[in-house]
Structures are given as structure tokens and as C-alpha cells.
């Protein structure tokens, strides 16, 4: 009998074995990301951007050059980055707490200026690494560490839609709002995030997919319960969709 190989790790990742809470998306997402690398045969050219939070162990698991920003800061590096090295390709990995709370300013200034970089930005709602605190995300009626009694918009206002802010940004070439909870997300996600990178690729300009994640840990649920609750309640307030598109 001959066996043919169907399925392998991307090249792009290091391979050590990920180190985030069960039931979290962090890995699924990063897998996405080494395969949409591996085929766009860019591995040797990209430059990965991972500032403060969960995101910054995302250095540890893919097998490629990169840096730390502070917190907040990594549109800012990464436009550093890009425009010293043009031939390279730039992305940053960020989550909700890092860049729609200290770095909303950074994110809509490097999409208004249509920065060729790419963003890959995890939204899960709340603060992960930190400890469980309520994030620009956070959905009303949500308890975190810092509102234990839910999310209340007279208090703490709303749950801020970012790609809806940013897709007014003439900068944008590739917007689009994703989640990866079954097969037919991931398919989805992988298009999208492919997309994102061949609009710097091709200098049309900025790119950014927003991907709905669990953090089954913060939020005490069970890693189904989780999943469970992000498609009764996260997609409701944030939309799947596509929201810009010049990539074609």
C-alpha cells in the first residue's frame, strides 16, 4: 500500500507544542496564519509585530523574524519596519485589549494612512493575560474582574465595533470580521487573512482581519460552553462579515 501525504505542520511555525488555556483560539489562529505564509512562499521576507498580552507569545510558536512593541504600539513599529524595509512583508498579531483600548489611536492612524502592513487582530472581549479585566469589547451585561456585575453602558459605555470605525478609513484596502469556530470559519478565515497579506503584497494598502476568540478561561465556561456562547452572544454584537475589499 502507498501512502500519499495529505497533511502536514506549516513551515512557518516553529513547533513547540502551544502553551495557551484550553478550548483558546490563539493556536487554531496561528496555524491559519503559517499556512497562508507557506503558500504565499513569503516565510523568508515576513516580519511579525507582537506587542503586551497574550499575543506575545506568538513569538515563541512561529518560525520567523519579528519584534516586541509596547503595548499598544505595534501599528507604529510595524510602520517603522515597513518603510525601512519596503521588500519585507509586515504583520502585526493583537489582541482587543491592546488595540482597541491603548492602541485605537496607533490602529486608525497606520489604516488611515494606508500603511502596507497587515494587522491580524483577536477579539475575545475581554483583558486575557492580565487577569480577566473588561476590555473596549466587552459585551454589556458581561462580568469581568473589573465589572462584577456586568458591563453597564451608563458606567462603561459600549462595546466598541472597530471594523465598523474603521472600515470609513479611505486607507483600508482589506477589512472583514471572522470568527474560527467551525471547519466552514476556518476556510472562511484562511481567504481572508490571505487576502489581507496580498493587499501588501500587491501595495494597494492597509489590511485587517478581525477573528472572534474564545477565552474560555476568563470568561468561566468549559472550552464548548465557550464556543457555545460566542455564537449566541460575541457574533450578535460584532458581525461576521466583509467590509471592504480592493483586493478583488
Same mark, same amino acid.
Request: hydrophobic residues 40%.
Given at each position: *500500500? ?10 512557518? !511555525? ?25 503558500? !504565499?512562499?513569503? /516565510? @523568508?521576507?515576513?516580519? *511579525? ?5 497574550? &499575543? ?11 519584534? #516586541? ?9 510595524? =510602520? ?11 504583520? =502585526?498579531?493583537?489582541?482587543? @485589549? ?27 472581549? #475581554? ?5 480577566? /479585566? ?7 451585561? *458581561? ?6 456585575? @456586568? ?13 465598523? #470605525? !474603521? ?7 482589506? !477589512?472583514?470580521?471572522?470568527?474560527? &469556530? ?39 465556561? =468549559? ?10 452572544? *460575541? ?14
Amino acid at each position: *500500500m502507498i501512502y500519499t501525504e495529505r497533511f502536514k505542520a506549516p513551515q512557518s !511555525l516553529s513547533g513547540k507544542e502551544f502553551s495557551y488555556c484550553p478550548g483558546c483560539h490563539h493556536g487554531l489562529v496561528h496555524r491559519i496564519i503559517a499556512e497562508v505564509i507557506d503558500e !504565499l512562499n513569503i /516565510q @523568508g521576507i515576513t516580519i *511579525m509585530v507582537a506587542p503586551v498580552g497574550c &499575543s506575545v507569545f506568538a513569538n515563541d510558536f512561529f518560525e520567523l523574524d519579528g519584534t #516586541i512593541a509596547a503595548h499598544g504600539r505595534a501599528p507604529a513599529v510595524a =510602520t517603522g519596519i515597513k518603510r525601512a524595509r519596503p521588500e519585507n512583508v509586515v504583520f =502585526t498579531y493583537q489582541g482587543d @485589549g491592546d488595540l482597541a483600548a491603548i492602541g485605537t489611536a496607533e490602529i486608525i492612524h497606520a489604516a488611515n494612512r494606508g500603511e502596507k502592513i497587515t494587522t491580524i487582530f483577536i477579539n475575545n472581549a #475581554i483583558y486575557g493575560m492580565t487577569g480577566g /479585566q473588561m476590555a473596549p469589547t466587552t459585551l454589556l451585561g *458581561m462580568k469581568t474582574t473589573t465589572t462584577p456585575y @456586568g458591563r453597564n453602558e451608563k458606567n462603561e459605555g459600549y462595546p466598541l465595533r472597530v471594523s465598523e #470605525i !474603521l472600515k470609513e478609513i479611505r486607507g483600508v484596502a482589506f !477589512l472583514s470580521r471572522t470568527k474560527v &469556530s467551525t471547519p466552514q470559519d476556518v476556510i472562511r478565515t484562511k481567504k481572508q487573512i490571505k487576502k489581507a497579506f496580498i493587499a501588501q503584497l500587491k501595495g494597494i494598502g492597509y489590511g485587517i482581519v478581525e477573528v472572534l476568540s474564545t477565552c474560555p478561561t476568563n470568561w468561566g465556561l =468549559t472550552p464548548i460552553e465557550s464556543m457555545e456562547w460566542l455564537e449566541e452572544n *460575541m457574533v450578535k454584537e460584532f458581525p461576521i462579515g466583509v467590509f471592504i475589499d480592493k483586493v478583488g
